[in-house]
């Protein structure tokens, strides 16, 4: 059965800092593309950061020199450090992954873990 399993979410001040993990288990972690994204209330789900299975990231432009996205395949782990909140931050953050297997591609999500920047 696939889990990805959030943690690391709270309350924080603007300015603070706070770091996401996602576990993962039940599929390939090595060569699956792992994101985050996250869901502000109201709005949209937005991709936060991305990194491949070989490692290839890409940020979302309001995030880039905050944030910070790393995986590590030995313990199928993925990791969003995030630096310099701003309220504007405040959201559930949700993990997911992109396993390719057979020719197929197979998406899964975690459930969220929600974070909140006061100002």
């Known amino acids: 059965q696939v889990q990805l399993v959030e943690s690391g979410g709270g309350l924080v001040q603007s300015g603070g800092s706070l770091r996401l993990s996602c576990a993962a288990d039940g599929f390939i972690f090595r060569g699956s593309d792992m994101a985050w994204y996250r869901q502000a209330a109201g709005n949209q789900r937005e991709l936060v950061a991305g990194?491949?299975?070989?490692?290839?990231?890409k940020s979302a432009e309001s995030v880039k020199g905050r944030f910070t996205i790393s995986r590590d395949n030995a313990k199928n782990t993925v990791a969003l450090q995030m630096n310099s909140l701003k309220p504007e931050d405040t959201a559930v953050y949700y993990c997911k992954a992109e396993e390719y297997r057979n020719g197929a591609r197979f998406e899964y999500w975690g459930q969220g873990t929600q974070v909140i920047v006061s100002s």
């Open positions: 990194i491949s299975g070989g490692g290839t990231i």
